[in-house]
């Protein structure tokens, strides 16, 4: 009877320390879990950080860009504007010019075209058979149309007969050339000479052009340079 007692008693404390390890297991399997739980949380609240981030810059550079984008689109605008209106000056300049001319033809009046260009600033040519851009004019009729271009340095005809062209050049210094010529579509038509000592040379010519001709006065040599003010560029209109 005592030996069942004691085996019953030990089979109990068996048990009790089963269940005591199978509830420390328990706990630790839990506390684990938490823990990889927190863990795993962390990590998972560190990439939503990292998204936001790179969303963050991303949306700013999309946001660069779009100004980019807005700031090109109001210039090509405004420079189209621009073109327009040049364009739809250049068409009122040119009806005004044929109604002139018109009239003009039909009175028997011949139209005054000339102008009178001057150089405002020594000019040094950077190559062989530059234009020389006479960059000041007096003169330029009929008024407020292109014939003279400041830019080009050349005279377009507007209306075609027989033109006189006078052009005057001075040398710049001691021991400086300048040979010019003048030239038609490319052509060359006439030349002259100015050398050493602030000399000066001029020199014209009597040509026909055609609507649409151009004229300019060009340097022979790279390095050749023209003297201010006293270099000049002038043509008029004789006759049909």
Request: charged share 20%; proline share 1%; aromatic share 10%.
């Given at each position: 009877?005592?030996?069942?007692?004691?085996?019953?008693?030990y089979?109990y404390f068996n048990?009790?320390?089963m269940?005591?390890?199978?509830?420390?297991?328990?706990?630790s399997l839990v506390?684990?879990?938490?823990?990889d739980?927190?863990?795993?949380?962390d990590q998972?609240?560190?990439y939503?950080?990292l998204?936001?981030?790179?969303?963050?810059?991303l949306s700013?550079?999309?946001?660069?860009k779009?100004?980019r984008?807005?700031?090109?689109y109001?210039?090509?605008r405004?420079?189209?504007?621009?073109?327009?209106k040049?364009l739809?000056?250049?068409q009122y300049?040119h009806h005004?010019t044929?109604?002139?001319?018109a009239?003009?033809t039909r009175?028997?009046h011949m139209?005054?075209?000339?102008?009178?260009?001057?150089?405002?600033s020594?000019f040094?040519?950077s190559?062989?058979?530059?234009?020389?851009?006479?960059?000041?004019?007096?003169?330029?009729?009929p008024?407020?149309h292109?014939?003279?271009?400041?830019?080009t340095g050349?005279?377009?005809c507007?209306l075609e007969g027989f033109?006189?062209f006078?052009?005057a050049?001075g040398a710049t210094g001691?021991?400086s050339?300048?040979?010019?010529?003048?030239?038609?579509?490319?052509?060359?038509?006439?030349m002259?000479v100015?050398?050493?000592?602030?000399?000066?040379?001029s020199?014209?010519?009597?040509l026909h052009?055609?609507?649409h001709d151009?004229?300019w006065?060009?340097m022979?040599?790279?390095?050749s340079?023209?003297?201010?003010?006293?270099?000049?560029?002038?043509?008029?209109?004789?006759s049909?």
């Open positions: 009877m005592l030996i069942y007692v004691f085996k019953t008693e089979s048990q009790a320390v269940c005591s390890l199978i509830l420390i297991f328990l706990t506390t684990q879990t938490r823990s739980g927190v863990h795993d949380k998972d609240l560190e939503l950080k998204k936001v981030e790179q969303l963050s810059v700013q550079e999309n946001h660069q779009i100004q984008l807005e700031n090109l109001t210039r090509e405004n420079e189209r504007l621009s073109l327009e040049s739809s000056d250049l300049s005004r044929a109604t002139t001319l009239r003009d009175t028997g139209p005054v075209f000339a102008f009178h260009a001057i150089l405002s020594d040094i040519a190559q062989d058979n530059e234009v020389v851009p006479f960059d000041f004019v007096s003169a330029d009729y008024t407020r292109i014939h003279y271009n400041t830019t050349k005279y377009t507007l033109y006189f006078s052009w050049t001691q021991g050339s300048a040979e010019t010529s003048l030239v038609k579509n490319g052509d060359w038509i006439g002259q100015a050398y050493d000592s602030y000399a000066s040379s020199s014209s010519v009597i052009l055609d609507n151009t004229v006065v060009r022979k040599t790279k390095g340079s023209v003297l201010r003010d006293v270099s000049t560029f002038t043509a008029f209109r004789l049909d």
